[in-house]
């Protein structure tokens, strides 16, 4: 069995968002506190990332992470990469390069916008990461944990979710569609996106993230990528029986 953590829970700006002093953002609540989105997860001494969020370095520091043997990544928006720098730390600590697995379109975006990173010189000083980018079609394992990339759609683009054994994890989704449905049937656990109140053209909102639940009817659900519409305890009190809003910190049994 594995672990996972959730490093962060918020929407592309974090929340609170910069210069806002709604309700939300202004609230002392922890829960409210969410960082930009991305999971680590711990099986058998091993470790993986899924995405390298804005927000790693301090992410990192708050979980303990002290070891990464591989990254997942969902797709390659600025809020689920823009920490892949941070990934340098591990290379120092272990001394050899960090598989980073995803669609190929997504490896390729991150190849293209990290040029620093990939374009096969030396830097003059500082350093900076050593990574191996892998494709992904099927079942990568972390530990004994099975890893397994799970087509979703996030308005225009096809990118991918991931299974984590009976955990599915999707963060930026605004379609699933029939073959994904099918592979993501009788999930213990949930993970799923839920932008906020408004209709948005790449993201679910509430209402529909709670609509795919009750088709997949797991038996237990987290949302995340939330923004600062969605105040926790108050939203909290309005979810069904096994739906959950995540938090920052929050670790689940995988
Ligand atoms: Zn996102
Ligand atoms: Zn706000
Ligand atoms: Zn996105």
């Known amino acids: 069995m594995g672990k996972l953590t959730f490093l962060g829970t918020g929407t592309s700006s974090g929340v609170p968002l910069i210069g806002c002093s709604c309700a939300v953002c202004a609230s002392n609540n922890l829960k409210d506190k969410r960082l930009r989105s ?31 043997d591989a990254v997942f990544f969902t797709h390659h928006h600025a809020d689920h990469v823009h920490g892949i720098d941070e990934l340098r730390s591990f290379n120092f600590l272990q001394n050899e ?3 980073c697995y995803g669609k190929s379109e997504t490896l390729e975006r991150i190849r293209t916008h ?14 900076k990461p050593n990574l191996e980018l892998r494709v992904i079609n099927d079942t990568v394992k972390v530990g004994a944990t099975q890893v397994t990339p799970v087509p ?6 096809d990118i991918y979710g991931y299974l984590i054994n009976r955990t599915a994890y999707i963060t930026d989704c605004s379609k699933i569609p029939p073959l994904s449905m099918k592979l993501l049937a009788g999930l213990d656990t949930l993970i799923l996106g839920a932008l906020g109140l408004k209709w ?23 949302l995340t990528h939330l923004n ?11 979810l069904p029986a096994n739906v959950y809003l995540a938090w920052d910190g929050l670790s689940i049994d995988v």
């Open 97 to 99: 390069p960090i598989a």
């Open 114 to 127: 990290f040029a620093y990173i990939f374009n096969g010189k030396k830097s003059e000083g500082g350093g």
């Open 200 to 222: 948005h053209n790449t993201h679910f909102t509430l209402e529909q993230a709670l609509g795919v639940v009750k088709e997949l009817a797991p038996q237990t659900t987290y």
């Open 38 to 68: 991305s999971v680590w997860i711990e099986a058998d001494g091993q470790s993986a990332l899924i995405d390298t969020a804005t927000d790693l370095r301090q992410q990192a520091l708050r979980a303990g992470i002290m070891r990464l």
């Open 228 to 238: 600062h519409n969605l105040g926790h305890d108050e939203t909290s009190k309005r």
């Open 152 to 157: 979703v759609e996030h308005g225009a683009l």
